[in-house]
């Protein structure tokens, strides 16, 4: 499943950065936005089979980009992986009522995140092992 589009919605740099070198070392073509804003300006152009999106974004947050795109017919389809540093309680409901496919909380375990998107990209796995 290598090859595949994934984009990267993140404002924390350090965070986008260890996304992208996780899930490039496993060949995904990756695209990185650091805003909702940058992240719809990438779409135009970029059709990624999934996106891990950042709850946290500053101007429109992730849950409201999520809702966008799965409204509209020609981003619908994309997965997406709610990504948050602050995970509260509810958190992962108010992100699947979004429109999200799975949910991570920060700091991500780069040992399974890997497993975590490849299952979701077979159309498998749709939340973070334990």
Known sequence: ???????????????????????????????VAGDAHEALEILRTFSPR????????PG????ALTRKLKADPATRGIIIVA??????KGDDERARDAGCDAYVSKPIN????PGLV????????????A
């Open 110 to 113: 780069t040992r399974t995140l």
């Open 50 to 57: 999934l996106i891990m999106m950042d709850l946290q974004l």
């Open 1 to 31: 499943m290598t090859g595949q589009a994934i984009l990267i919605v993140d404002d924390n740099q350090a965070n986008a950065d260890l996304l992208s070198f996780l899930l490039r070392k496993k060949g995904y073509d990756i695209r």
């Open 83 to 88: 990504l948050t540093a602050y995970a509260m």
């Open 118 to 129: 490849a299952g979701l990209l077979a159309g498998g796995e749709r939340s973070e092992p």
């Open 60 to 63: 429109m947050d992730g849950l």
